[in-house]
């Protein structure tokens, strides 16, 4: 660990930064990178950034997989299941995306855009499930298409659109961007008066990370170039005008069995889970993340902030 006072914080803009070596795990190319850990907020960022970072972004990377549509009978079932969980509140059927829109309540015609949206999975899902205003934003994708009436995907940045949302979400893709105070003062720009901002991203609250540093699964050198901790991004979305209205960590036993797997030097590519743990093991794990959720030291978290 070094101090570099050379650079600010890119959250709070405090000048101590304590330095912490990594490299690239997940398909194992390595290299060296330095994150600073800023002393003030605790907020991380990767110091040099990579000038071409296409290189870590293999095409086997999770988001460019083909999005997977559903027939008419599963569009029903979803129709079905979303109202019945919306209704109820009962958890055994509710969908990935459910404990998000109970919390928000966004209409079937609300304006939603994803930002970093991957393939559009989420989106589709969503559409599926009787939404019918949804935009996708994605500069690394092929081209801009029309997947359904009332859902296209952008080849641009939300900043490039002309439009305005209701609901402006980002999972876990706040964390492959350069400067957060200028992506949160666009999706403030581009939310409507009362519209939500949905962030889900890494936090450096993670008890993991403060234990085992350069093996934290989601530190994900070089691809993560921002992770703010509760106070650093709540701090920042609040002086660009966004409320907070709510955290909720949502970590799960990933960040356990993929630091482990990282810590006996295995990329995540090359490894099968079985291999390395039993189902007795795995469910022990998956305990213990809802319990670091609950003390607020788990390694990622959902920021609900809203637009006055
Ligand atoms: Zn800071």
């Known amino acids: 660990m070094l101090t570099d006072n050379s650079i600010s914080c890119k959250f709070c803009g405090h000048s101590d930064l304590h ?45 460019f997989s083909t999005l997977k549509k559903s027939d008419f009978k599963n569009q029903l079932l979803k129709k079905v299941r979303l109202r019945v969980f919306l209704a109820t509140g009962l958890k055994s ?24 949206c991957g393939n559009g999975q989420l989106l589709y899902e969503l559409f599926a499930s009787g939404f019918r205003n949804l935009h996708g934003f994605d500069p690394f994708m092929e081209k801009s298409v029309e997947v359904e009436k009332g859902l296209s995907l952008w080849k641009k940045t939300i900043e490039e659109s002309d439009d305005r949302f209701d609901l402006i979400m980002m999972h876990h893709s706040f964390e492959h961007m350069e400067n957060p105070e200028l992506v949160l ?32 699964v989601q530190l994900d050198a070089p691809r993560h170039l921002i992770i703010p901790t509760v106070k650093g991004l709540t701090d920042l979305a609040e002086k660009v005008g966004l409320k907070k209205d709510e955290v909720v960590f949502d970590s799960t036993d990933f960040q356990f069995w993929g630091t482990a797997i990282y810590e006996k030097g295995i990329s995540l590519r090359k490894s099968k889970l079985g291999e390395h743990f039993s189902k007795d093991e795995l469910v022990a794990l998956k305990q213990k993340a809802l319990q670091f959720n609950q003390e607020g030291k788990g390694d990622q978290a959902c920021f609900y902030f809203k637009k006055a």
């Open 185 to 216: 003062k666009s999706c403030f720009d581009k939310l409507n008066p009362g519209g939500y901002l949905l962030i889900r991203c890494p936090v450096g609250d993670s008890e993991v990370w403060k234990e085992k540093h350069q093996y934290w």
């Open 19 to 63: 330095t912490y070596p990594a490299e690239e795990r997940m398909f194992g190319i390595g290299g060296n990178f330095t994150y600073g850990e800023c002393q003030k907020c605790g907020s991380l960022q990767l110091i040099t950034i990579p000038e071409d970072l296409s290189v870590y972004y293999p095409s086997d990377y999770y988001s």
């Open 93 to 116: 059927i509710a969908p990935i995306y459910g404990s998000w829109l109970k919390k928000i309540k966004p209409s079937f015609n609300s304006k939603i855009a994803d930002v970093g």
